[in-house]
Each structure stands twice: as C-alpha cells, then as structure tokens.
C-alpha cells in the first residue's frame, strides 16, 4: 500500500474554508428528528447530497484549493463510487479532467453515476489483484495527475468536516445544543476525521462491517492496525479499506470512543428502517451508524446525532432488503 503525502495536517480553520466555499454552492443536508425505543436522536442525511452521498464535500474543498497548473493537469481518485461521483461531480464543474480507479465489483449504479458525470472510469481486480492504490499512483505518474485521495488527504478530511459544522449548528437549534455525541460510518476515516476536528467536544462513535472493523482494532491496539487476511463478505463496498492512513489515525487516535462493529443482518434492519420510518433510502456501507443505535451498542442522549452517509444503493439489491428477501 502507498501511503499519500500529508503536505499538512488537516485543521477546524480549515474546515471553517471549506464550509464557506460548500455553503456558495450548496444547502445544508436537513437533520432529521428520530425516536428510536424513548430516545430521541437527530439523523444527518447526507445520502440527500446531489451524488447521494457526502464525499463531495471533501471532492470540492480538494479541486478548488488546486492551483490553475494542477488544474490543467487533472486529477486522479480511487474509490467503490462514492468518493468517485464527489469527484467526477467537483470535476466536471470545474472543468477538470478526472480519472477514476474502481473495483471491477462496484456497484453498478455507482460505475454509471461516475461515467455519467463525465470521469474516465480505469477497472481493477479487487480480490487479488494490482493494488488500487499502485494503479493510481502509476496513472498519476503517466498523466502528470493530482491524487486525489479518498480519506488520506488533509483538504479531503476538512471538507467532510464540514457536515459536523452544519450538524452543530442545526442542533443547537433544534436540540437545545451542539451535539454530545456523533456516531459515523468509518471505513478509511476521512469523515470521522473531519467530524472531530469539527465538534472537538463530541464524542465520536465509529462503526465498521464486521471483519472490516480495522480502525477499532487500530484504536485498540494503539497504531494502525490493517484488516486480516480474507476478511468476509460484506454488502458495504464503501467501507471496504484495507487500512487507515496516518494523517487520519493521528486525528481520531485520542477523540475516536473504541469502535464497534455491526452484522450484515443489522445493517439490513438499518436499512429497512430508513426506508419505513425516515422515507430515505440508504446503501449498506451509509446505514452502519444507525444500525449500531438500533441493535443498541450506542449510549443514546437527546444530542446524540447519527450520520447517514450514503444512499447510492443497487436496485435490486436493494428491494430484496426492503421486501426481507436478502
């Protein structure tokens, strides 16, 4: 694995420039009011963003601080697609050429999204294959490209930051305060990262598949930790990383509670229950954090805020979940 420079750590200031230039283009995602058992919760629906998903706070904080030059050369990303479409979609307003290295497994409706936004999309084998990270890297090289890395990446980490400002602020008007406690999703930890350095007095709750709980392990043992050898099958391709990086580790290693891990089974309840009771529509890897709560391996309070990071789900996939097929 190729670990990407850190030019220098990601930083709250640096979340509060990434919020203004988000804020010029886009509204906050609503923070949904949730009672789950005699709890009262506050859910973010990030899967509401224009790519349904909320990579492209990171995408667009990272393209708009490159130069004119680094510009003209483009940009290159690796992602299971939705870091790929907060690109594509940063892109392709800027004018700048983006290349995309993906799974040959990614979802499809995340591969079209990506070529639809105008990406050039560059297939590798996950399972054995040549290290998505060595692809990019030697894409960089031959295009002359900007790496664009999905966690790894200190404007990447203040942009995602940015949904913890909009959350602190909705929450202080509608729960009576900023909140106590944020419960994420976690794969590489580029969000988790960004949502500590903007709440630094929230708790911070990650949540992983479980066999792809590295960053628990990572916590627990005291430095990174990557998955172990043939870890299971899960539906939540958005947080299959291998390992964290250690601009996000050096983050979250003293804010992050130790992390938890959720079934396959809990995260289709999570689902099924977005669907029923919040009329969202989340992906696997998005509906982690309220499947933690739900299965009740979360302390709750009335600050307790729950991010529901993406909704970029396959169809049919998706309807065996909600019928309780799959």
């Given amino acids: 694995m190729t670990t990407p420079p850190a030019p220098r750590a990601p930083t709250r200031e640096g ?9 010029e283009i886009l509204p906050p995602t609503p923070l949904l009011r949730v009672e789950i058992g005699d709890s009262v919760l506050w859910a973010k629906a990030e899967s509401l963003q224009p790519i349904g998903a909320f990579k492209l706070r990171g995408a667009w904080h990272r393209l708009t601080a490159l130069s ?3 510009r003209a ?7 299971s697609g939705n870091h790929a479409q907060g690109v594509a979609w940063a892109a392709k307003r800027l004018g700048i050429a983006a290349t995309i290295v993906m799974p040959n497994d990614a979802p499809e409706v995340k591969l079209a999204g990506t070529r639809a936004l105008g990406a050039e999309v560059v297939l590798y084998d996950r399972p054995g294959g040549e290290l998505r990270d060595d692809v990019a890297a030697r894409l960089c090289a031959e295009r002359g490209a900007v790496l664009v ?11 995602q930051g940015t949904a913890g400002i ?12 900023p909140p106590t406690r944020i419960v994420t999703p976690c794969g590489g930890g580029g969000l988790a990262s960004g949502l500590s350095l903007a709440c630094p007095d929230a708790e911070i709750v990650i949540a992983e598949p479980k066999g792809w709980d590295d960053f628990a392990r990572s916590l627990a043992a005291g430095e ?3 998955v172990g050898p043939n870890p299971p099958p899960t539906a939540c391709d958005a947080l299959q990383t291998l390992a964290t990086y250690p601009i996000n580790f050096a983050v979250l290693k003293d804010r992050a509670s130790p992390g938890l891990s959720v079934s396959e089974a809990e995260v289709r309840t999570a689902q099924r229950f977005a669907f029923s009771r919040l009329q969202l529509v989340l992906e696997p890897g998005g509906a982690v954090a309220l499947a933690a709560v739900l299965a009740g391996k979360v302390a709750t309070d009335g600050r307790t805020a729950i991010m529901l990071s993406g909704g970029n789900v396959d169809p049919a996939a998706y309807a065996r979940v909600i019928a309780s097929l799959d």
């Fill in 15 to 23: 979340i509060a420039d990434a919020m203004r230039k988000i804020a």
């Fill in 68 to 70: 004119e030059e680094e």
């Fill in 73 to 79: 050369r483009g940009v290159v990303a690796v992602s």
């Fill in 149 to 159: 890395h999905a966690y790894g990446d200190p404007w990447v980490i203040e942009g």
């Fill in 166 to 177: 909009e959350i602190a602020a909705q929450m202080t008007a509608l729960a009576g305060g």
């Fill in 224 to 226: 990174i930790v990557p």
